[in-house]
């Protein structure tokens, strides 16, 4: 299905002004819902009901009103609330640009796809050169549906992305944690972490290696229930509690242990250890190797 635009808008800085138009550039994965229902299955529905009178109140005589005192209200008639709604601005206004990494993820709220509108595809796709070339991204103000944004718009090899950005007292202090300060780690501390985070390290970010798991697993037990067997709890072998950490250093060396051992081929002798090599006795090995276990899954039984 082709994208659909939900807005016409103008991208402008200075005298340039640049139509565009707005796409969701997300879409929410349709998560796992259960119904209400009653105990003998029937569905239930939920109501509104009046304090004054505790009457029901049809969605039809509902009304929206501002709470301007206690318990006193200003209303709305919806032709006044969609002008509300529609007196935004169809600008996206540029105040500045700074350096693309400047702005930390942490303000990072939703984000859209601007693509060229009619007669805007040359000074578009110049702004995104000039972007990628300059390393720079812009901040913008926006208003829409009765609030203003702050934005920054970013370029891709693909085209130019806005990401609406949350204002600084919509983001928590991490202050406010009083996490404990502890004294540097130690130059050997630091050099095995550096060594074991070099170890797993990756290059880029590959969205397609993940997917739920966790949906997976409840839409097989969805599926299992229909078929008549009894749902029964999932073990998580990575939530069993660990042994207590007594030498950080020693836990990192076992950690880079497993991160770099190889896999054993078929047949082939393993190297001597240092006690080997001075005579001591080698014990017997397996005629197989070992195979991995693998990983619980959700059980059904009859």
């Not at 200075?14 to 259960?34: N, Q």
């Not at 304090?51 to 009304?63: A, F, G, H, L, Y």
């Not at 984000?111 to 702004?127: E, I, M, Q, V, W």
């Not at 393993?270 to 070992?290: C, Y």
Request: net charge neutral; glycine share 4%.
């Amino acid at each position: 299905m082709a994208a659909r635009s939900i807005a016409s808008l103008s991208l402008g800085f200075g005298l340039v002004s640049i139509p565009v138009k707005l796409y969701s550039a997300t879409e929410s994965a349709s998560a796992v819902r259960f119904n209400l229902l009653s105990k003998d299955g029937s569905r239930v529905k939920q109501q509104y009901i009046s304090e004054k009178d505790q009457s029901v109140v049809p969605r039809t005589e509902m009304v929206k009103g501002y709470e301007f005192e206690k318990d006193r209200y200003v209303i709305f008639a919806p032709e006044e609330l969609k002008a509300l709604e529609e007196g935004g601005s169809h600008l996206i206004d540029i105040v500045s640009f700074i350096p693309e990494k400047a702005v930390d993820p942490i303000y990072f709220d939703k984000t859209y796809f601007l693509a060229p509108d009619k007669r805007g595809g040359k000074p578009y796709n110049l702004l995104k050169a000039a972007m990628q070339e300059s390393g720079r991204c812009a901040l913008a103000r926006w208003a829409w549906k009765s609030k203003q944004y702050v934005v920054q718009v970013r370029a891709n090899d693909d085209g130019l992305v806005l990401q609406q950005l949350l204002f600084a007292d919509e983001v928590r202090s991490q202050k406010d944690l009083d996490i404990e300060q502890l004294p540097p780690p130690s130059a050997a501390e630091l050099k095995l972490a550096l060594q074991l985070i070099d170890q797993i390290s990756a290059d880029e970010y590959d969205p397609t290696l993940f997917e739920d798991e966790e949906k997976k697993r409840i839409l097989a037990a969805i599926d299992a229930k229909i078929a008549g067997e009894e749902v029964v709890a999932v073990e998580h072998p990575e939530d069993a509690p660990g042994a207590q950490v007594i030498d950080l250093t020693e836990m990192l060396r076992a950690s880079l242990g497993r991160a770099a051992k190889p896999a054993a081929k078929p047949g082939a002798r393993q190297p001597a250890t240092a006690v080997e090599s001075k005579g001591a006795k080698r014990a017997p090995r397996a005629a197989k190797e070992a195979e991995p276990a693998a990983p619980v899954r959700a059980r059904m039984k009859k």
